[in-house]
C-alpha cells in the first residue's frame, strides 16, 4: 500500500509563463515520467499550472483524478522568503532557517499538511504529481522528514513514498 508523490518545481519562466525552453523542457519530461498518476496538483501560479499541462502532454495520458489547484502549495509569504534569500544568498533550507527560523517552521507546516492531504486523496499504490516552487517543496520535504535537501533546480523533483506504517521516503530526481 505505498502512494508516490512527486513534488516537481516548475521549468523554466519569464515572470508567471513559461519560456520556450520551459514549455520544450516540460513536454520532454512528461515523455519520461513514470505515471500513471491518480491526481495532478497545481499550486495556482501561471507558472506552475504551464508545466502541469506541458507534463500532461509530454505524458500523453489521462489522470482520472483530474487536475486540482491546490494554493496550499503557494506560500503567502513570497515577499518573507525573497528577503531571507537576499540576506543569505542561498535558495537552501539550511540558511533559511538560519535567516528567518519562524517563517520556515510555519510554511514548512503549511506544506506538509498539503501533502498529507494529497496522499489521503490517493487510492492505496497511488500516484500524485505536484506541480509547484522552490524553496516550497524543499519546506515540504523539512515539515514531513525533518530532513533538509538541496534546492530543486528547475524540472527537477523530490519523490515522496509513503508506507503503509506513513514512513515516508525521499528520492530527488533531475
Known sequence: ??????????????????SPEGIAAAVATGK??????ALLVSSGAQRATQTAACLLAGLATTVPGGVIVDTDFRSAHEDRWKAAYAETGSG????FLQAAPELVAAEAA???????????LLPDSGRALVVGHSPMHEAAVYG?????IEPLGKGQAVILRFDADDQIAIAVHA
Open 1 to 18: 500500500m505505498t502512494k508516490h508523490i512527486e513534488l516537481r518545481r516548475h521549468t523554466d519562466n519569464d515572470g508567471d509563463v513559461l
Open 110 to 120: 503549511q506544506f506538509a499538511q498539503a501533502v498529507r492531504r494529497v496522499a489521503t
Open 92 to 95: 537552501r533550507i539550511t540558511d
Open 32 to 37: 519520461t515520467l513514470p505515471g500513471p498518476y
Open 144 to 148: 514531513l522528514t525533518g530532513k533538509l
